[in-house]
């Protein structure tokens, strides 16, 4: 059952400027992050933000006009990769410097999580500091707490809100048992279906049961399903804190959002976080910031 919980807990969500250290334009108030992944600091890519839609380098600046004019900011990560968390901690800082944040989506929660993290929310605004902050807000061990923790305290003090976006155990293992027939037109084409199939026979190295490729298929859309809902629902201006997969324009939640967003069009930009070394489609996202790389890992070898 490894293989089947490696989809639950996000395999898919993140196998994929100038120096961060210096200040860019008056414009930016915070000092960009100091880098901590130790691998390809070196590589010319590092710190670039590049806007796929061009091809062009951009500087900050024009990133965060971008990001603020957007209702829906979906920031793609890699998820052991402590640049990437950092930087988000950053983004949310400085687009909130330009235009008030209406709400804060993360795939690390679930939403049968909502009425904890709230309480945990309510109390952190009233005074009263948790002694275990993870413990109160039932923070799933799969997440680690030392890569997500800044982050969340961060936004918990906000007067904005945190929403769960991801769904728990119980529901994954009824869409894995039993998958539900997913409506739409963008999100059930077939070369998106197709192209999610193999990344999951490639995350699962290749020894997934084709028998159980759909169940699997099922499992990473209604994830993305269940993000889309919850960021359209969200207070705008809200961001999403996913996985690269689950953000990409191509694959993953906003699909689902031009499918269930009916006549009423949010204005979508993706940001996705890429390791210097990685390739970033032209049409997974608007926007890609390159950062150091995270030490290698074989996740094939002991399955």
């Not at 999610?196 to 490639?202: F, V």
């Not at 999403?240 to 990409?248: F, P, S």
Request: net charge negative; hydrophobic share 40%.
């Amino acid at each position: 059952m490894r293989w089947i919980m490696l989809v639950f807990l996000g395999v898919l969500a993140g196998c994929q400027i100038l120096p961060a250290q210096k200040k860019e334009t008056a414009a930016v108030e915070h000092v960009l992050p100091q880098w901590q992944s130790p691998r390809e600091r070196d590589h010319v890519r590092v710190g670039q933000i590049v806007d796929l839609r061009s091809g062009e380098l951009v500087t900050v600046a024009q990133l965060l006009a971008e990001l603020a004019d957007a209702s829906i900011v979906l920031l793609g990560e890699k998820h052991d990769n402590p640049d990437h968390h950092a930087l988000q901690l950053w983004l949310l800082q400085a687009l909130h410097a330009q235009r008030a944040q209406g709400s804060v989506v993360m795939e690390m929660l679930t939403i049968n999580q909502q009425d904890t993290v709230t309480q945990v929310q309510r109390d952190l605004r009233a005074g009263t500091m948790p002694q275990d902050l993870p413990s109160e807000l039932d923070w799933h061990k799969g997440w680690d707490w030392q890569q997500y923790g800044t982050l969340v305290s961060y936004v918990l003090e906000r007067s904005y809100p945190l929403l769960a976006g991801n769904l728990n155990r119980d529901a994954l293992m009824g869409i894995y048992r039993n998958p539900p027939k997913l409506t739409g037109t963008e999100s059930t084409r077939a070369d998106v279906t197709e192209r999610l199939s193999e990344q999951i026979r490639e995350a699962h190295c290749n020894k997934l049961p084709e028998a159980q490729l759909p169940a699997m298929l099922a499992v990473q859309q209604q994830r993305d399903r269940s993000m889309a809902q919850v960021l359209l629902g969200a207070p705008k201006p809200t961001l999403l804190i996913a996985g690269a997969y689950h953000a990409r324009y191509d694959l993953g939640v906003p699909l689902h959002i031009e499918d269930l967003q009916g006549g009423d069009e949010v204005t979508q930009r993706v940001l996705i976080f890429a390791e210097a070394d990685q390739q970033v489609a032209a049409q997974s996202a608007d926007f890609v910031w390159y950062t150091p790389s995270v030490a290698e890992q074989d996740y094939c070898a002991d399955l």
